[in-house]
């Protein structure tokens, strides 16, 4: 999903995780409506990296596992590798001990931004949702995104991503494009932005795969 600063992108993927409640219409997920999962069971299917990533009062494996006081250590070291976070953690004074808390602002942007794309793909979620997932990322980062992009497109989950950077959407199939709030554009990838060029809507300025603004 493609489209300038305000154009619903995040928005969107709020509602897509049940935060926000559409205003009309229905989101369902395998056919039923959100509304009609467990939570817990609805939170298990659902792997969510927000813009702004905020990291919870805890260790970093707490983190990865959202929490979870019964999670499988290593699916949390699973998840940290598929992020390219796990030698990053390895370096911290304890490791995926480390207490958020006690690091506080040591933490850069990007190794923020890796624990979070490392908690949302902990448990393999069948819906996987990005908003600008490699914002703060730098190439081994982003590299490790398109990987972990990949393995879940391999195993038949769904992952939506929200961007403004060219990278993000080097593995996506499908487009849309939005506009204040709306869709302007859906597709396969290329030929959406062949006709987005065309109609001259200032969003893309490339016609080269993944050349949007």
């Not at 299917?45 to 990291?55: D, E, F, K, N, T």
């Not at 793909?121 to 992009?149: C, H, K, R, T, W």
């Not at 932005?193 to 949007?212: D, K």
Request: hydrophobic content about 40%; overall charge neutral.
């Amino acid at each position: 999903m493609i489209g300038p600063s305000g154009s619903g992108k995040s928005s969107l993927a709020r509602a897509l995780i049940g935060v926000w409640q559409p205003t009309g219409g229905r989101i369902r997920l395998d056919g039923a409506t959100l509304d009609q999962y467990d939570p817990d069971t609805f939170g298990s299917y659902i792997g969510y990296l927000p813009q702004r990533v905020s990291l919870f009062d805890g260790t970093i494996a707490d983190n990865i596992a959202r929490l979870n006081s019964g999670a499988d250590p290593a699916g949390i070291i699973a998840a940290a590798k598929a992020a390219a976070a796990h030698e990053m953690i390895l370096r911290l004074p304890n490791g995926y001990d480390t207490r958020v808390a006690t690091m506080g602002s040591q933490l850069s942007g990007g190794q923020i931004q890796r624990i979070g794309l490392a908690r949302a793909l902990y448990g393999d979620p069948v819906l996987l949702i990005l908003d600008e997932p490699n914002s703060n990322l730098d190439n081994e980062g982003s590299n490790a995104l398109n990987q972990a992009i990949r393995l879940a497109k391999a195993r038949e989950a769904s992952v939506l991503i929200m961007a403004h950077r060219p990278a993000a959407i080097q593995e996506c199939d499908l487009l849309l494009v939005m506009n204040d709030g709306a869709a302007v554009g859906f597709g396969p990838r290329d030929e959406v932005l062949r006709e987005t060029v065309r109609n001259a809507t200032g969003i893309v300025r490339s016609t080269a795969p993944g050349g949007i603004a």
